[in-house]
Nanobody, 122 residues
Framework: QVQLVESGGGLVQAGGSLRLSCAAS????????VGWFRQAPGKEREFVAR????????YYADSVKGRFTISRDDAKNMVYLRMNSLKPEDTAVYYC???????????????WGQGTQVTVSS
């Protein structure tokens, strides 16, 4: 079992930046894939980014490519999502997920955090 806890959300103006953190407990992230998803009110949960368990490979949704960066620090058992040039449409609850397979579908991920709210004002 892996327990995930997100932090770092908040209110930011458009064009600003935030860094989300995901801490794992129970067992380490290795050898899981780790991903970030988000869910806006009235919308389905959508894939944002993921990193392989080695940290060597990352993948992003087109909507965040070039603005968001996912990284992991296995020594600290942490995964981060750096979000730059934020837009109002980035407003959502952001979730950290871990799993033994990678997919853009949230149904394929095994472990989830409770989420952290990100609100971008225009």
């Amino acid at each position: 079992q892996v327990q995930l806890v997100e932090s770092g959300g908040g209110l930011v103006q458009a064009g600003g930046s935030l860094r989300l953190s995901c801490a794992a407990s129970g067992r380490t992230f290795n050898p899981y894939f780790v991903g970030w998803f988000r869910q806006a009110p009235g919308k389905e949960r959508e894939f944002v980014a993921r990193v392989t368990w080695t940290g060597a490979s990352t993948y992003y949704a087109d909507s965040v490519k070039g603005r968001f960066t996912i990284s992991r620090d296995d020594a600290k058992n942490m995964v981060y999502l750096r979000m730059n040039s934020l837009k109002p449409e980035d407003t959502a609850v952001y979730y950290c997920a871990a799993g033994s397979v990678t997919s853009t579908s949230p149904n394929r991920w095994q472990y989830w955090g409770q989420g952290t709210q990100v609100t971008v004002s225009s």
